[in-house]
């Protein structure tokens, strides 16, 4: 049992901190609730009005982080109490950037809703109750100093990952239907993203009670690697059928997006004699230069550095990758090369391209 404190504005002051950390936990759950409500709804001004609850949320980060540096100088705690007070100064770092995946979600929202609905949302309301349950409850644990119900928030990971590779799979059947379907399933994919990734900050919240509790840090225990697992890579090869456009510019986006130490190559078994011009000039547009990138053959690319191959290939057939390693995404996307028309109409479909390139890329991000 926690002891009383004899200092009753020492107590205070534990008593404020613990307040403000479940402040900033219920602001956090109202935003994954609320846009996730404005996606089945529809409801584009409630998305952007969460959007606005991202700065309150950064000042209760800041808030709280002077309290707990206030309290250290201040009162000079050791044993529990100091636990107490260095776990809520990492906590609140979960609970900030599960706030930012809320501003993404929203952010996504506001663009599915200029389109028609691809599908009714069924999985996706069921996951966000899941991971808003697994935040209030690791919270609640830490109010109430109870290990063992940490540990069970910590279990519950896994039924959001398996949510995820549900919605994934789903959606990826949606893709190779239609192509048209790619622009909406990718956003709500990246919805999917953003809530896993908040079960897994959720996690960490979990595990950092266990060790406020127990002293004993569980963190990356008894958590395999799995093939299915979506994580940061080491290499990424983007293969396209003449490497010219599209493996191109995600050569370009995922150099500018993903941290330094990914490695990032693109290649083709027949490689063009030189980058498409119009891909050149739409990366221009978003301050990216691929015009000294040039075309390659898989021979050209250490594969052996590369565990995970992107193919980029829709209507045409993307050949197999020599000496690949196992894990593969497909992202369906057209070859804006064989577009014909008016300049504008060819730019636009680059455009969009580029567009969908950098919102799958962002996915592979770390949170």
């Known amino acids: 049992m926690k ?113 028609p609905p691809l599908k009714p949302y069924v999985d996706l309301p069921k996951m966000a109750e899941t991971v808003e349950a697994m935040v209030r ?75 406020m509790v127990k002293g004993k840090d569980i963190r990356h225990l008894g958590h395999v690697d799995t093939a299915d697992e979506p994580r940061l890579p080491r290499g990424v090869l983007f293969v396209c059928t003449q490497n010219s456009a599209r493996s191109q510019m995600a050569e370009g986006l995922a150099r500018t997006l993903l941290p330094p130490l990914v490695r990032v190559w693109s290649a083709a078994s027949k490689p063009a004699k030189a980058v498409s011009p119009h891909a050149i000039q739409v990366m221009r547009e978003i301050g990216i230069d691929i015009s000294n990138q040039r075309p390659k053959r898989f021979a050209d690319v250490p594969v052996e550095e590369v565990d995970v191959v992107v193919t980029l290939c829709c209507d045409e057939e993307c050949v197999i ?13 057209p070859d804006p090369v064989v577009v014909t028309g008016a300049e504008d109409e060819v730019l636009a479909a680059f455009r969009k391209v580029r567009d969908e390139l950098r919102a799958r890329i962002e996915t592979l991000k770390p949170m």
């Open 3 to 115: 002891r009383e404190h004899t200092d009753r504005e020492y107590e205070g002051e534990l008593r404020n901190l613990r307040d403000q950390l479940l402040l900033m936990g219920a602001k956090v759950e109202e935003m994954i609730a609320g846009s996730v409500k404005a996606l089945v709804d529809r409801d584009s001004d409630r998305a952007r009005q969460l959007i606005g609850f991202d700065k309150e949320i950064d000042r209760l980060e800041v808030d709280t982080d002077g309290l707990c540096m206030k309290i250290l100088a201040k009162r000079q705690p050791v044993a529990s109490d100091l636990r107490f007070i260095t776990i809520a100064m990492k906590m609140v770092t979960d609970l900030e950037r599960i706030g930012d995946l809320g501003v993404n979600i929203c952010q996504r929202v506001v663009e599915l809703n200029v389109e």
């Open 137 to 211: 409850e690791a919270l609640d644990a830490f109010v109430t100093r109870d290990a063992e119900r940490a540990e069970q928030v910590i279990e519950r990971d896994e039924t959001v990952d398996n949510y995820y590779g549900q919605i994934f799979r789903e959606l990826l059947t949606y893709m190779m239907e239609d192509v048209h379907n790619i622009y909406r399933a990718t956003r709500i994919q990246s919805v999917a993203k953003y809530l896993e990734r908040v079960g897994d900050h959720a996690t960490n919240l979990a595990e950092l009670v266990v060790f």
């Open 321 to 333: 990758v020599p000496g690949a390693p196992p894990r593969r995404e497909a992202w369906l996307l």
